[in-house]
Antibody
Framework: EVQLVESGGGLVQPGGSLRLSCAAS????????MNWVRQAPGKGLEWVSY????????YYADSVKGRFTISRDNSKNSLYLQMSSLRDEDTAVYYC??????????WGPGTLVTVSS | QSALTQPPSASGSPGQSVTISCTGT?????????VSWYQQHPGKAPKLMIY???KRPSGVPDRFSGSKSGNTASLTVSGLQAEDEADYYC??????????FGGGTKLTVL
């Protein structure tokens, strides 16, 4: 059974940093592309970032480019999102999702990031 | 990229059919056959219901179907059931691994 479990969310002040992790199991992690998607409270889904299976291909949404860094450690079956220069509008539940992006086949339960002073 | 356009709400009675539209541009919906639909119940993660416009993942009832014409994709739910009440999001490939989502449609089963 595919399992994705995000962690690392919490309360952070504007301008601060946070690192999210996503632990994967139940599939060959190194063979799959991965994404981060976020959802602000009461709002819709927003794609954040993509990383190819080897980690060599990376893309970001314009809203986070230059502030967020996606990475993966295939030896640890883990996906990461390093977030810096956080803004109020980055407050959201962050999901990791398996797949090329279209579609994203499996999703974790999400981790809440709250940016507030 | 701008979000895809979905109606904020849709509704139908049990047993009826309802169709949710998703309008984009030639740079996303109209340019690729990579439209997906997700179902999201309150407090839960999204669940893939349709991919590549009209394909259903294993385990998704055949009451759910998808189609596309030009820059507009559609999700049809036939034989509405109470458990279908949820938020539905469309998404489309938009080039260079970028994905754009719709604003979401709240489906109410009357």
């Amino acid at each position: 059974e595919v399992q994705l479990v995000e962690s690392g969310g919490g309360l952070v002040q504007p301008g601060g940093s946070l690192r999210l992790s996503c632990a994967a199991s139940g599939f060959t992690f190194s063979s799959y592309e991965m994404n981060w998607v976020r959802q602000a409270p009461g709002k819709g889904l927003e794609w954040v970032s993509y990383i190819g299976s080897s980690g060599s291909t990376i893309y970001y949404a314009d809203s986070v480019k230059g502030r967020f860094t996606i990475s993966r450690d295939n030896s640890k079956n883990s996906l990461y999102l390093q977030m810096s220069s956080l803004r109020d509008e980055d407050t959201a539940v962050y999901y990791c999702a398996r797949g090329s992006g279209t579609p994203m086949v499996d999703w974790g339960p999400g981790t809440l990031v709250t940016v507030s002073s | 990229q701008s979000a895809l356009t979905q109606p904020p709400s849709a509704s139908g009675s049990p047993g009826q059919s309802v169709t949710i539209s998703c309008t984009g541009t030639s740079s996303d919906v109209g340019g690729y056959n990579y439209v997906s639909w997700y179902q999201q119940h309150p407090g839960k993660a999204p669940k893939l219901m349709i991919y590549e416009v009209s394909k259903r993942p294993s385990g998704v009832p055949d009451r759910f179907s998808g189609s596309k014409s030009g820059n507009t994709a559609s999700l049809t739910v036939s034989g509405l059931q109470a458990e279908d009440e949820a938020d539905y999001y469309c998404s489309s490939y938009a080039g260079s691994a970028h994905v754009v989502f719709g604003g979401g449609t709240k489906l109410t089963v009357l």
